[in-house]
């Protein structure tokens, strides 16, 4: 069974320029998370998809930040325009039901 | 506010002997506990979970014990290997608030089993 991808595994853009993160769950978990590391402190929550429906958004940092998952399969996350602080590994995870969660290899981001 | 919290951020063990990492956390909402391995450039795999309503859940070589009373968790190795060196992250879940709930992680404790 394939794992969870992230594309691109590195990224690197100019302040103020914008950037795409896509994240490939495992087939058939309905769950989707998004969370960020940054500057190697705790790895910290974005949001919960349930399908294509979002579900908890609390940890979004401001309205720069959108994510979306089309059909309720892969999910993208747009950071527009790019701040210096948004440099970090931004890992997805996806779950069945919810009990454990399963990370991809994360997209590093460095905003220069 | 940090709600989970591993206040160790490095432990060196001797190949063979026992591995104890160790975690506290605050909030009481918390029902659910797993813990994951990191290496470096990839993603968190998880290792063991436990949910409050034990005390002790064994697999293999790892076991994680809860502490409900006094808010913490530990995960022991044993016997550690050359293999088991990486990053160590302790996350909670509240689960009755929706078995899908988000991760609250501690900043990890970084792991170097020696030989």
């Known amino acids: 069974e394939a794992g969870v991808t992230q594309f691109p595994s590195h990224s690197v853009i100019e302040k103020g320029q914008t950037v795409t993160l896509r994240c490939d769950p495992i087939?058939?978990?309905?769950?989707l998370y998004w969370y960020r590391r940054v500057m190697g402190k705790e790895i910290k929550f974005l949001l919960h998809?349930?399908?294509?429906?979002?579900?908890?958004e609390s940890g979004m940092p401001n309205n720069r930040f959108l994510a979306e998952r089309t059909g309720g399969t892969y999910s993208t996350l747009k950071v527009q325009p790019a701040e210096l602080e948004d440099s970090g590994v931004y890992f997805c995870?996806?779950?069945?039901?919810?009990?454990?969660?399963?990370f991809g290899p994360g997209t590093r981001l460095l905003v220069l | 506010d940090q709600q989970v919290k591993q206040n160790s951020p490095s432990l060196s063990v001797q190949e063979g002997r026992i591995s104890i990492l160790n975690c506290d956390y605050t909030?009481?909402?918390?029902?659910?506990f797993l813990w994951y391995k990191k290496y470096p450039a990839e993603g968190p795999t998880f290792l063991i979970s436990?949910?409050?309503?034990?005390d002790k859940n064994e697999d293999g070589r790892f076991t994680v014990f809860l502490n409900k009373s006094a808010k913490h968790l530990s995960l022991h190795i044993v016997p550690s290997q050359p293999g088991d060196s990486a990053v160590y992250f302790c996350?909670?879940?509240?689960?009755?608030?929706?078995?899908?709930?988000?991760?609250?992680f501690g900043t990890g404790t970084r792991l170097q089993v020696t030989l």
């Open positions: 998809f349930v399908k294509e429906s979002k579900q908890d």
């Open positions: 436990i949910s409050s309503i034990k």
């Open positions: 995870a996806s779950s069945p039901k919810g009990l454990t969660q399963y």
């Open positions: 996350a909670a879940s509240a689960r009755h608030t929706g078995t899908a709930s988000k991760l609250t």
């Open positions: 087939s058939g978990h309905d769950n």
């Open positions: 909030n009481s909402m918390f029902d659910y």
